[in-house]
């Protein structure tokens, strides 16, 4: 296994607050890696560092063994880093299907002229993506919402749109920003599943920010416990969550206790 | 209401959505090529000012609509097309040359002016080409040599392979040119909203955040939607002159593009209908005032009395109806009326319900 | 002493553009809607306090007319929310911007069927007297136009800072959800800060009218206070004022010392320029949003 993505040192200030202190880790190819922490402990900032929305203050961070710090946010698509948002944010006024073929717009080839005239390059392309964003259609079990438009769907089907949508980019690492909040019991659990089937039949890396520890624990090889911006704690699920440092970060107490109570809540 | 069966992924490529669509577009297109024969020369010259804004309006469109960056400065794309069709045709330059160069100049001249304004969102934007609309209105009295100031130029005979046409001489060869363009960029409208740039424009106008996420490149698809805008605008301009005959820095003044805007959102923001239907109420008002007015005065039995403004208040009165009571436009309402019949004695009220989308402030609170 | 009666005349120039862009930033800043047709505020308000005084229509004193017009304004901008602009909560913002125009086409062509198309003058006590300070000769208009600014600015500052219903309204500003929980009748508040805007506009409007004539089509200098109030920053009541005293001075001295037809266009060279360095103005209150 080799790191896909790696963060080295990385700082991020606002002001004066430190939102990202001194992070460094790496998610390996083929892993399902989660950011956990309570709020405000630094979970979306890293997502948005990594998707180039926010430049850091210090440290690196490379995607394949390359500095990603000297690129545009658009070009991140491009590497093959897609990502979903903690509040939606989808195309509203545009269908289901239309919303998903902006996903592939990373894979477009014709131009300004050929697409203004329509050839038949452009046309083939068009069925090309068609069929690509089909089997994520197929995938995501999207069939009904085709031709829906988002404003009018629910937000249990959005969350799932939205994952679609960055299937569509055919990406090398996908990023989900807490994709199981607000889903009920069922959704979450199907959530789930696709996370993993994501992982072992697409062959995708997952790096996800997740309240749900149920779901954090079911899915995910390795978990990163981040506390006011700085690491506490890197392992797998069981090591993370009896970890003293996190118990005390959601608990607020050193009781010996807690890590029990921690595992009764989740 | 028709259910299509879509058998193929085509059927969603295809630019039509079933034979009968095609069949209706078809008949109004042959109407509009018979039209000479039906309508007599003044009516013919309203039909083809008509279509002029409808190009102007399709243009604006791409931006405002497809794309959701607002311009108030699109008078300005007018005259860089005008003026650059005319002085290229001065220059020696044949009609089927200057015309798409005229247009071409536009579209760099959007392109290129767009590219520093891409940081600027709604309001700020606005301001931006609302300033460059006076901007060039200036500049052509400053660059009198090149274009003659507020004297003005005159828009010579187009020459195509030797056939001359003219607005008075022979209005029903002035009338096909114009429909002509207006099909080719109805057919080039609809291709970019088909392919992946159109999509990129949607994705631009609901959310930039996500659509650079998605890979778009935000400030060029910003730059090519303006240029794409520009240039359309730019050959209504080129249009506007030959129909015009003589126009000056006057002709494409600041008020000229608030009209556009507010064309296009009677019309209905978002299609290629709204355009038509707002080049439509601008084409017709001061007709239908003209109208009024007499009847009006018919009835008070005094001589007929001018009143300035009243055209633009008119046109005022009917944007603040609309935009209280229908803000889809006249598009918007069609749709309603047409599905009223179509689903006839099944329609309700609430089929069309007002989705209440709620401020989505850029500010951080 | 030349270059300063250059600075004096463009500083009471720039008084009324700040005025009708502290208009704009007002309602801008308490509703985040654009009142394009806050130049025809302006217009309305002259012609109103024109109406009430000038001897060819009501012929009232002239100090008992600029409070009737100033009240009617403020009645009017009140109106205008409370009947129109709130029926349009939750639509685009550009859908009020597009209605605001609207609104001014409306407005000018009511003022144009009431006082008529061509150029009056209000009759004015200040109008054509001098002020001497030493050597310096000025014009009472000019130099009224800037103590009224200054007072009205101060009375604004301390409003907005000190008063309660003032800071309600700056509350209402920031967050207007929060501020509906805490017990502040946004929706009044919103009305009043129209009618606020219409009453600033009713001021810069006689002001401007103090030194010259008036007729409907005056409300297009609404765009050069626009741009004003860009340069200086859109969501900022001072730099409103501020962006106003710099296209106030550089008008006059471009046309001064620059060759003919370059001197208008300045003021919107400079806003290119603004927009390109500083897109958010001089003062600029602006946040990216957050995902």
């Known amino acids: 296994m080799t790191a896909l993505l790696e963060l080295e040192n990385v700082t991020l200030r606002f002001g004066g607050v430190t939102a990202v202190n001194k992070v460094s880790f790496s998610v390996e190819e083929g892993e399902v890696f989660a950011l956990v922490g309570p709020n405000g402990a630094g979970k979306s900032t890293v997502f948005n560092l990594v998707s180039r929305f926010y430049d850091p203050a210090e440290g690196d961070i490379r995607f394949a063994g390359e500095s990603i710090l000297k690129r545009q946010p658009h070009e991140m698509a491009g590497l093959g880093i897609a990502r979903t948002f903690q509040n939606i944010e989808l195309f509203d006024h545009a269908t289901v299907l239309q919303n998903l073929l902006v996903g592939r717009h990373r894979h477009r080839r014709g131009n300004l002229l050929t697409e203004t005239l329509f050839t038949p390059f452009v046309r083939r392309e068009e069925r090309r993506h068609r069929e690509a964003v089909e089997k994520v259609i197929d995938f995501l079990d999207l069939q009904p919402y085709r031709e829906k438009y988002i404003a009018g769907l629910p937000y249990g089907v959005r969350k799932v749109v939205e994952m679609g949508r960055a299937l569509a980019i055919e990406p090398r690492l996908l990023l989900l920003d807490e994709p199981a909040s607000g889903l009920s019991v069922e959704e979450t659990q199907d959530v789930a599943f696709w996370i993993e089937d994501i992982k072992t039949q697409m062959g995708i890396t997952v790096l996800m920010v997740e309240h749900d520890m149920h779901l954090v624990a079911s899915v995910s090889d390795r978990v990163l416990a981040l506390a006011d911006g700085k690491m506490l704690a890197l392992g797998t699920p069981k090591e993370v969550q009896t970890h003293p440092k996190v118990v005390e970060a959601y608990i607020g107490s050193t009781d010996p206790m807690a890590g029990a109570k921690v595992r009764a809540a989740v | ?365 | 002493m030349d270059v300063l009666q250059l600075v004096v005349s463009g500083l009471a120039n720039g008084c009324v553009y700040g005025l009708i862009a502290l208009g704009f930033v007002l309602i801008y800043k308490a509703t985040e809607a654009v009142n394009f047709a806050q130049g025809d505020f302006m217009m309305l308000g002259a012609f109103l306090c024109l109406g009430f005084t000038n001897e060819a229509f009501l012929g009232l004193p002239f100090w008992l007319s600029v409070p009737l017009a100033i009240l009617a304004m403020g009645v009017f901008g009140y109106a205008l929310d409370a009947l129109v602009i709130r029926k349009m909560f939750g639509q685009p913002q550009v859908a009020v911007v597009i209605l605001t125009i609207a609104l001014g086409f409306v407005l000018r062509f009511l003022a144009g069927v009431i006082w008529g198309h061509q150029p009056v003058s209000l009759e004015s006590p200040i109008a054509g007297q001098d002020v001497r300070f030493g050597g310096l000769v000025l014009g009472m208009d000019e130099v009224t136009i800037i103590v009224v600014t200054v007072l009205l600015t101060g009375g604004l500052y301390f409003y907005f800072n000190s008063t309660r219903l003032g800071v309600a309204m700056q509350a209402s500003s920031q967050n207007q959800l929060a501020a509906y929980y805490m017990g502040i009748p946004v929706k009044r508040l919103n009305s009043l800060i129209w009618a606020l805007a219409g009453m600033v506009a009713a001021v810069a409007g006689i002001l401007y009218a103090s030194k010259g004539s008036i007729e409907p089509s005056m409300g297009l200098l609404g765009i050069k206070a626009f741009a004003a109030a860009v340069i200086g920053g859109f969501g900022s009541l001072p730099g409103a004022l501020l962006g106003g005293l710099i296209v106030g001075l550089i008008e006059p001295f471009a046309g001064r010392y620059m060759p003919s037809g370059y001197s208008q266009i300045m003021p919107y060279l400079l806003l290119f320029l603004i927009l390109i360095v500083r897109p958010h103005g001089i003062l600029a209150q602006y946040h990216s949003k957050k995902v």
């Not at chain 2, 010259?45 to 102007?56: R, S």
């Not at chain 2, 005979?157 to 607005?167: A, M």
């Open chain 2, 1 to 365: 209401m028709r259910t299509v069966f879509k058998t193929s992924y085509d059927a969603d490529i295809r630019m039509f959505k079933h034979g009968a669509q095609a069949g209706w577009y078809a008949l109004l297109l042959v109407l509009a090529v018979v039209l000479p024969w039906l309508f007599n020369t003044y009516w013919l010259g309203e039909a083809t000012n008509m279509l002029i804004w409808a190009i102007a309006g399709m243009g604006l469109m791409i931006l405002v609509g497809q794309t959701g960056q607002a311009s108030l400065g699109h008078a300005a794309f007018l005259a860089i097309g005008c003026y650059a069709n005319v002085l290229l045709q001065m220059h020696g330059l044949p009609f089927v040359l200057a015309f798409p160069l005229g247009g071409l100049i536009a579209g760099l001249a959007g392109f290129f002016i767009a590219f520093p304004m891409a940081r600027l969102h709604g309001i700020y934007l606005a301001i931006g080409t609302l300033a460059l609309a006076i901007l060039i209105d200036d500049l052509i009295v400053i660059a009198e040599p090149l274009t003659a100031g507020v004297v003005g130029l005159f828009a010579p005979d187009i020459s195509i392979f030797g056939l001359d046409i003219n607005r008075y001489g022979n209005p029903w060869l002035f009338y096909w040119l114009v429909l002509f363009v207006t099909v080719l960029i109805v057919l080039a409208y609809r291709n970019i909203l088909r392919s992946p740039l159109g999509r990129s424009f949607a994705a631009v106008r609901d959310s930039e955040v996500s659509a650079r996420a998605m890979g778009v490149n935000v400030a060029l698809t910003k730059a090519t939607a303006f240029g794409v805008s520009a240039g359309i605008t730019g050959l209504a301009g080129a249009l506007m002159g030959h129909f015009a005959g003589i126009f000056n820095n006057e002709t494409f003044n600041i008020i000229i593009s608030i009209q556009l805007l507010l064309m296009i959102v009677i019309g209905g923001l978002g299609s290629i209908h709204g355009a038509f239907f707002g080049a439509a109420v601008v084409a017709l008002l001061p007709q239908a005032i003209a109208i009024g007015r007499d009847v009006v005065t018919g009835w008070l039995g005094s001589s007929s009395v001018a009143i300035p403004g009243l055209e633009s208040a008119i046109f005022g009165f009917i944007l603040i109806a609309f935009i209280l009571f229908e803000p889809l436009g006249i598009y918007g309402r069609w749709i309603k009326i047409r599905t009223y019949f179509e689903l006839f004695p099944f329609y309700r009220k609430d089929m069309f319900r007002r989705q209440r989308s709620y401020l989505k402030t850029e500010r951080m609170r």
